[in-house]
């Protein structure tokens, strides 16, 4: 595979905040007015794009990266005003979910409250036998054109109502493997609770697409991210068994994880389903590269999580108690990355390669045309290279001040001991300052070709506002902005934050040049 050039060639600066961090009146951030707020602010700024993490539905623990459906919206982030102004719902019914916190996601009485509601809306629109709702266009029409997916994942939720939310591999032997006759022997209660899924997912793309459309009048992009990993009580494997490394009663052969390390020595055990590579490779990776292509139908750049699975992924047997007995397997490689590039071709990827990896990894990014990540928290005592120090950067490369898996910059640099508190003061010019903006003009200032920071960190907020503790299961997810700190923030910041995406050239205007040229004449 020869190596292709790759597509980040202007420099640029992005946001990072999830759907569910935005500003919205029912418990969580949703894709209605928080949402156009947030991107009128990126847009006065300069700001060229906005990074989120997976939209679908998220199962136990709310994290979105263990979803119901990879293809899938999540109706928590429906707008339900539109909702109620078309006449489907009431100020009254709406009411509970006005009164949830707005600061933070409360999911268990989100829980609680928002499906019936939902689902009122769902049975009043069935009721009217409309064609459409709300100027979302023909609910036919998009039942046809997302069948492959919407019908299967319909189903699935129906069941697993059904079955008092037990994952799939439970059910009955009849229920445990997808066909599009199987509904023909559903009940009636589940026949309906799957029309509502239809509908959900209807008024969520409708309501995703004029989003998307609206950020693009405005210049603002939007990163999307794709796990390498689906999980097992999901409509994904579900439908598609033979994709994954499965029994023939659809319990997993083999899980995924990472082997024990510095930081556990048990290592970590995820249990997600591994590929069956050898299918995939035999169907031409056809499975991935419908799915790949779906995301760029809803993002302009997404970022590959776990890159590193697509070189070596370790591979730890079902039933183990952690991941000391797993080894090391080969994936894909350079192999899967052509395919992707042939079906494909105007793809933009980022390459999440975070972690201990060795150059193998490295060698399979460069050979792919992808850039990866750099974290300047990473910057000391990370690796014994250092190679997130921002003077190591290499241009084709996205620097991030923090991720979601990141602590805030602010409670970063609280959290800081000798000797890396007096080496980071030094190299960061922070004379004993904790703030956060002076990392965030250093990510911009950077090489790196694309510069990635929190929300979070914009508003300088200090560690209780970090989005995801990895290794925990209390607390993530939560955090949320509200309309005042966007105002705060734009009155405060937006001309400085306008300054430094000049100042550093990441407007996205212009290819990033090699050589030199004489300067424009007055």
């Known amino acids: 595979m020869d190596a292709p050039v790759s597509w980040l060639n202007t420099r640029s600066a992005g946001v990072l905040a999830h759907v569910s961090s935005l500003p919205g009146d029912y418990g969580i951030g949703n894709l209605g007015p928080g949402a ?3 991107i009128d602010l990126l847009g006065d700024a300069g700001v060229r794009y906005w990074q989120i993490c997976p939209i679908g539905p998220t199962g136990y623990g709310d994290s979105p990266y263990q979803l119901f459906s990879g293809r899938a919206g999540n109706p928590y982030f429906i707008d339900l005003g539109e909702l109620q102004a078309a006449g489907l719902l009431t100020a009254s019914e709406l009411a509970p ?32 036998q409309a064609e459409e709702c709300c100027g979302y266009g023909s609910l036919a029409h998009f039942r046809r054109a997302n069948a492959l997916w919407l019908e299967p994942f319909a189903d699935f939720m129906a069941l697993k109502a059904h079955f008092g939310g037990r994952a799939w591999t439970t059910w009955p032997e009849e229920y445990r493997r997808w066909s599009s006759a199987l509904r023909v022997a559903f009940p009636a209660k589940v026949r309906a609770e799957a029309e509502r899924h239809v509908f959900y997912q209807y008024v969520f793309f409708a309501q995703w697409d004029r989003l998307r459309r609206y950020a693009a009048d405005r210049r603002v992009g939007i990163i999307g ?42 290592g970590q055990l995820w249990g997600n389903p591994l590929y069956n590579w050898d299918h995939l490779r035999a169907t031409g990776y056809a499975w991935w590269i419908d799915r790949l292509r779906a995301a760029f139908e809803l993002y302009d750049i997404i970022r590959l999580d776990h890159f590193r699975g697509f070189d070596t992924y370790w591979e730890i047997p079902a039933g183990a108690p952690d991941a000391r007995t797993g080894q090391w397997k080969c994936g894909p490689g350079t192999e899967f990355f052509h395919a992707v590039r042939a079906a494909i071709p105007e793809a933009r990827i980022i390459a999440e390669d975070l972690g201990y990896i060795g150059p193998g990894v490295v060698d399979l990014r460069r050979a792919a045309g992808l850039p990866g990540m750099k974290i300047v928290q990473f910057a000391y005592g990370h690796d014994a290279n250092n190679a997130n120090l921002p003077h190591y950067y290499p241009p084709e490369s996205v620097a991030y001040s923090g991720t979601h898996d990141n602590v805030t910059a602010r409670g970063w640099l609280e959290s800081l001991q000798s000797p890396y508190r007096e080496k980071i003061d030094d190299y960061f010019q922070l004379a004993g300052s904790r703030a956060a903006w002076p990392i965030i003009r250093a990510t911009l200032a950077s090489v790196s070709r694309l510069a990635v920071v929190p929300m979070q960190d914009l508003l300088d907020l200090p560690a209780s506002a970090t989005l995801n503790r990895p290794g925990t299961m209390e607390g993530n997810w939560q955090w949320r902005f509200a309309p005042s700190a966007l105002e705060q923030l734009r009155a405060e910041k937006l001309a400085t934050l306008r300054h430094w995406v000049r100042l550093f050239d990441r407007t996205g205007s212009r290819p990033v040049r090699d050589y030199s040229e004489p300067p424009p004449q007055p």
């Open 225 to 266: 991210d794709v796990p390498i990993f689906v999980a097992l009580d999901s409509a994904d494997t579900w439908q598609n068994r033979a994709v994954f490394q499965l029994d023939t009663e659809g319990q997993p052969l083999a899980v995924a994880g990472v082997p024990p390390d510095y930081f556990s020595a048990l």
């Open 36 to 38: 156009r707020a947030f």
């Open 97 to 128: 979910l006005r009164a949830l916190p707005h600061d933070r996601v409360d999911y268990g009485r989100l829980y609680e409250l928002f499906w019936a509601v939902l689902a009122q809306a769902s049975d009043r629109f069935t009721a009217s």
